[in-house]
């Protein structure tokens, strides 16, 4: 089995019928990034840039941060980079920041909410990204956003910082593209309008399901609670690509869903525009090489009429190649 995955490194996320995706590799820590060389991605989906502040006893300066990420960015040569900005809070604890103790972390101070407040921070961090994004092609993409005025407020920030680095005669890649993940309900009822506002969308469906289903994704005893094949999660996901789609803006997804392979036909026939995972991508590229886009819209229009996640999946490893 090894030897046939091992075949198709070098071939294209494509269906039989021609439709072509992205297949790209979630990135955590930056010294990963050779073995994820390996099986050939079209880029990074996901740069978890918190790996960079995590176990160390201080903030890392905007030249720390500007060498990993430049680092990256040469190692893809030319193929993009989604760094996503720091995404803090929840479980992801940085003891020198004192965070506060709070009743419920999830639904607290996190991520993007984090980067508003500290916008000392925020700016260190986008500076670092725009001076890197000349070695090669960078996306910024802002984590946990809710609501739109969250997004708005980031790019008033982002083009401060490109306008301070414009005056001291800093390069940057100008047309840095802009996303947002897409993890938490709101976001995808209200998907219209954020397609409004940036160039891409990630679903991010480790959070995503979470928030839907009301199920802490740490949680064991909970977990069989935990499933993103649930029917609301994948009315949700629909309603997402379609309103990027009616905005002429592309949707990725790089929670852990996108790197199942039982997901991979109804996630294309959803349309689907990018898959970023951490593992399992040749078995991701087998399964879209061995379905034409036809049938997966298929496939995903019936998988959408079950009423349980266990229907859906008995469904679904009818219809994909032998997993
Ligand atoms: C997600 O929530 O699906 C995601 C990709 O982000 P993280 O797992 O880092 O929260
Ligand atoms: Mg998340």
Redesign the pocket.
Known sequence: LKKELAKLRDLKAETTDGHRVKLKA?LGRPTDIDSLLENSPDGIG?F?SEFLFMDRADLPSEEEQFAAYAEVIQKMNGKPVIIRTL?IG?DKHLPYLNLPEEMNPFLGWRAIRISLDQVDLFKTQLRAILRASVHGKALIMF?MISHVEQVQRAKEILEEVKQELQAKGVAFDPSVEVGI?I?IPSSCLIADELAKEVDFFS??????VQYTLAVDRMNEQIQHLYNYFHPAVLRLIKMVIDASHRHQIWTGM???MAGDPLATKLLLGLGLDEFSASANLLQVKKQIRSTSLADAKKVADHALTFATAEEVQQYLSQQSHNI
């Open positions: 979630n996901l978890r995404d929840g984590p993940m993890e679903i991010g469906t480790n959070d995503l790089c929670g852990e």
